[in-house]
Every structure is written in structure tokens, then in C-alpha cells.
């Protein structure tokens, strides 16, 4: 699987920024996938996460009820569409699809919110939100 992740770019605070990540390879709309984000200094973290059928969507405290994630699976493409954003979102956002279980070879109901779980990742998109 290969991920191509887009739509960064500069934004004031409570704008709105949608970032792409369209996906090349494996079927598409048979796993998991989530944005994670990075900024200076900090460790990675999660964002969102949806599940193959887009019927499960979890999101982390920080970002719910501003953020949403969906996928067109017809497209290939998963999407973050951002708004009233804040200047503590400046990050570098990556998109990544979830392993399976190893033990039943199938993906997980419901996305894992922890990056280990995840087996391929976009190369960033610098997202910077000014005060």
C-alpha cells in the first residue's frame, strides 16, 4: 500500500483546512485507516481513525466535534476536513492503514487509536495554524 497525503498549508485560527490521502496498491476499501499528527517536539499522535466501511469512526477528546473523517472508497481517498481550527493543531498530519489480527487474519472492528497498530504511512502534510 502506497499513501500520497495532501491539503496542508497555512490557516488562521477558526479556519478550516480539508487534507486528502489517496491510496494506491491493495484494495482499498477492505481496512482501516486513521490520521495521525506530530508537532515539533511532541510525540505522535492519534487524531481519527475509520473503520473499511466508514460505519465506525473513533476520535481523539482533543479534535471531536471540530474535525470529521471519511473515505470514498470508489476513490480510493480519505479525508480530514478541519475546522475552527487552533493554533495547538499545527502538526504534521499522517495517514496510515491499520494491520490485521493476527490472530483471525482479519482487520479489527473498530480502529486502533495506538500507531503501532499501523503497518503503512503518508509521507506528512505540514498543517500550521497561526494565532
Known amino acids: 500500500v502506497q499513501l500520497q497525503a495532501s491539503g496542508g498549508g497555512l490557516v488562521q485560527a477558526g479556519g478550516s483546512l480539508r487534507l486528502s490521502c489517496a491510496a494506491s496498491g491493495r484494495t482499498f476499501s477492505s481496512y482501516n485507516m486513521a490520521w495521525f499528527r506530530q508537532a515539533p517536539g511532541k510525540e505522535r499522535e492519534f487524531v481519527a481513525a475509520?473503520?473499511?466501511?466508514?460505519?465506525?469512526?473513533p476520535y481523539a477528546d482533543s479534535v471531536r466535534g471540530r474535525f470529521t473523517i471519511s473515505r470514498d472508497n470508489a476513490k480510493k481517498t480519505m479525508y480530514l476536513q478541519m475546522n475552527s481550527l487552533k493554533p495547538e493543531d499545527t502538526a504534521v498530519y499522517y495517514c496510515a492503514v491499520e494491520g490485521v489480527d493476527d490472530s483471525t487474519g482479519t482487520y479489527y472492528y473498530t480502529p486502533s487509536s495506538n500507531s503501532i497498530q499501523y503497518d503503512y504511512w503518508g509521507q506528512g502534510t505540514l498543517v500550521t495554524v497561526s494565532s
Open positions: 475509520i473503520s473499511w466501511s466508514g460505519a465506525r469512526t
